[in-house]
């Protein structure tokens, strides 16, 4: 029995079961990189070698990087045939300041009134949910006068972005009452003047607002396509729900021989509402063809602080509404204006839809279709509609 007992003891110690697993010998060499790295950046484990003199088992693993601090990793190697286990720091970082949404310059507000400038203004941040806000500076609400302030925007890693504010302090506020401003329009004939050759095609986008619309005088007039909106939801709290011109607009589009697309204005802050938001858009649409990618239009930017959600969070439900259309045999593109385009969404392989209200714009991401204005006057439809231009050497659609 003894000498059964001192073979196991032999085994174990040859196997090398008696040292500690993260034991490196004297010979190993494993140097390692700085080892720090942004939040939410692609990090394999083989990224934290710079060099060894030994078989590095990394394999190709992601890290986790969501979460902003100090963590630990294990790799394995291989010392004279033998397995052993190194242990690995690494850091996960917030470098990235806060964006500015909505918020003033310059406000203006009567002595004694009470003002918390804070709450008037939009900002959000790529990793934190809840960014703070403080004034910088003094100024007094009791007192006439202007003061020059700084609106200082952090975020948990103290990243920060600043800017002035203007606060005049006055006896009373005039009234505005006029309302003679003329009312600027944009015909259709003078987009297809300007903007029509053979690398374009000239469309419109529509909904309910636009109500009975006639399709064969809006096709006689000039224009090529139209995109409609097919689901509304409105907020958080809102179910979502169709269009209620969505059948008649895709049907007699169709009838005239409009190229026809659909787009869905979602409020979804999670990726799961905005898988809800796609499987709904696919039963709706039953294998109904259409001619463009199915646009996502997200514009509930002044909740962005209400919702506390962070723009990494909104990426992600355009991610996967536009991933659960594509599993469903369509493609997905997303709707948003130059702004937030530029502040706000990341990159993404989806083809985008340009809001952008100039007559010539100065975009300089990716897309293949612009908005162009929202105060079209198109023959066939009461009152404004939004104008797009389409791009075909953008685009493989109409080839």
């Not at 004939?189 to 607002?209: A, F, L, P, Y």
Request: proline residues 2%; aromatic residues 12%.
């Amino acid at each position: 029995m003894k000498k059964v007992i001192l073979l196991l003891i032999i085994i174990w110690i040859l196997t090398g079961c008696g040292r500690d697993k993260y034991e490196k010998p004297d010979e190993v060499s494993i140097n390692l990189k700085e080892n720090v790295y942004e939040v939410y950046s692609k990090v394999h484990l083989y990224d934290f070698i710079e060099s060894s003199n030994v078989e590095v088992k990394t394999e190709n693993k992601l890290i986790k990087t969501d979460q902003v601090g100090e963590f630990f990793e294990d790799i394995t190697y291989i010392f004279n045939k033998k397995k052993y286990n190194y242990k690995i720091k690494y850091n996960i970082v917030d470098t990235e300041a806060p964006v500015l949404i909505n918020v003033a310059s310059v406000r203006t507000v009567k002595v004694n009134e009470d003002a918390y400038f804070c709450d008037e203004i939009v900002f959000a941040d790529n990793y934190d949910r809840t960014p703070r806000c403080e004034i910088e500076g003094n100024y007094d609400l009791t007192t006439v006068g202007t003061y020059n302030v700084n609106f200082v925007i952090k975020d948990s890693s103290n990243n920060e972005t600043k800017k002035g504010l203007k606060i005049n302090v006055v006896d009373s506020i005039a009234s505005n009452n006029n309302n003679n401003t003329k009312k600027v329009t944009l015909p259709i004939s003078k987009v297809i003047e300007e903007k029509k050759n053979e690398n374009t095609m000239i469309g419109v986008d529509v909904s309910r607002w636009q109500t009975d619309i006639d399709f064969e005088k809006v096709k006689a007039d000039g224009v090529e396509f139209v995109i409609m909106r097919m689901g509304i939801n409105s907020d958080i709290d809102k179910d979502i729900s169709v269009d209620t011109y969505y059948e008649r607009n895709i049907k007699n589009a169709r009838n005239a021989g409009l190229k026809v697309g659909i787009y869905v204005y979602s409020s979804a802050i999670d990726i799961k509402t905005a898988r809800e938001h796609a499987e709904w858009t696919l039963n709706v649409l039953n294998g109904t063809q259409l001619d463009f990618p199915i646009a996502f239009d997200w514009e509930n930017w002044s909740k962005f602080r209400k919702y506390q959600i962070s723009t990494h969070d909104i990426n992600d439900v355009f991610k996967t509404f536009g991933e659960v259309i594509r599993s469903g045999g369509y493609e997905a593109m997303l709707y948003s204006s130059k702004f937030y385009l530029e502040k706000i969404w990341r990159n993404n392989d989806f083809p985008v839809w340009l809001a952008h209200y100039t007559n010539q714009t100065n975009y300089e991401g990716d897309y293949f279709l612009w908005q162009m204005s929202n105060v079209g006057r198109v023959n066939g439809i009461n009152g404004d509609v939004d104008i797009d231009i389409l791009y075909k050497e953008k685009t493989s659609l109409f080839d």
